[in-house]
């Protein structure tokens, strides 16, 4: 992927699809939270009368931008796409209290999303974090409710090497004085995971990882999440999320994986294959974890997984 299409550069739509819209809902405890919603175009070519709504929820320190591509071209097929910002990411408010930056907290924040939302039938749609998510919500949300799950690049089994490299840069070259700068940093950490991008794909991660602000480029989430690594063990007991996936066997499920990803092996998509009797994969090749979700071949497969829910 050397170089990217303006079109995606800017996240823009090039027709007259809406343009998306924040929004904003209260977590349990109070806090304000951040989320952004494209709504279907009223010109888009249905492939049946009432295509499925998608909730995207992004990675560990990751925001809604994430999603732009990806929701620009669903919304052109009829979808209502919307997208979270977890609580001290993106939009949303930080916590006083890293310890609540955990997974139970996040899903209750999810929860009242989806209420606020007044989604009665949706597909999730998760990048890492919230591919995890997504295997605790089946347990709220049936099959009737939460029809359908695409993973980004995330299963029941992650590998540990992954978790390490993260934690080894979560919360450190927060800021820069430029945007080039941030560009810089993200191609020293993440260059192995995405050996084909050239600067501008860069630039474009550094604008969906970082917004400006009093003169400076900045990360778009709590430095504090940092905290929730400093005590890793590799010793401890790893929980058995096997079980959480196959209660997903009563629906769809798209894989989505990376092709140098360190995070989802080739071994674990082989069983989520083979232990559910629904599933398909994608390889992006040239990618690593997690996938962008710019390139149109994968857009197209989103589209058409979706359109047989």
């Known amino acids: 992927m050397a170089s990217v299409p303006q079109e ?3 996240g823009e739509n090039n027709d007259d699809a809406p343009q998306p819209d924040e929004f904003f809902w209260k ?4 806090l304000t939270l951040a989320g952004r ?5 009223p010109k888009a ?3 049946h009368k009432a295509p499925i709504p998608v909730l995207c929820l992004p990675g560990l320190s990751r925001n809604t931008r994430d999603f732009n591509e990806i929701s620009n071209f669903l919304q ?6 919307i997208a979270l910002d977890y609580r001290g990411r993106g939009q949303s408010d930080w916590d006083p209290d890293w310890q609540n930056y955990a997974l139970p907290i996040e899903e209750k924040d999810i929860d009242a999303a989806i209420d606020h939302l007044k989604l009665k039938r949706f597909a999730l749609f998760g990048t890492s974090r919230g591919g995890l998510h997504a295997l605790v919500l089946g347990l709220r949300y049936p099959a009737d409710r939460m029809a359908a799950v ?3 690049d995330v299963g029941p089994h992650i590998e540990m090497r992954a978790i390490h490299r993260i934690a080894a840069t979560l919360g450190h070259n927060m800021t820069s004085a430029t945007l080039d700068g941030i560009a810089d940093v993200l191609t020293r950490t993440l260059g192995p995971q995405f050996p084909v991008f050239g600067k501008e794909d860069w630039l474009k991660m550094a604008t969906q990882l970082a917004s400006e602000r009093n003169g400076e480029f900045v990360m778009d989430y709590d430095p504090a999440l ?3 690594f400093a005590s890793l063990d590799d010793a401890a007991p790893v929980p058995d999320l096997w079980p959480l996936y196959e209660n997903l066997s009563d629906r769809p499920v798209l894989i989505l994986r990376g092709e140098h990803s ?7 998509c082989k069983r989520m294959l083979d232990v559910h009797p629904n599933s398909q994969l994608k390889t992006i090749n040239g990618q690593g974890h997690a996938p962008v979700l710019w390139e149109p071949d994968t857009h197209e497969t989103v589209a058409e997984f979706l359109s047989t829910i």
């Open 8 to 10: 995606a550069l800017n």
């Open 27 to 30: 977590s349990p405890d109070g």
């Open 37 to 41: 919603e494209w709504p279907p175009s």
């Open 45 to 47: 070519n249905e492939m």
């Open 76 to 81: 052109r097929k009829g979808h209502r796409v």
């Open 150 to 152: 695409i993973f980004n």
């Open 226 to 228: 940092a905290r929730q």
């Open 262 to 268: 360190d995070l989802l092996s080739t071994e674990t």
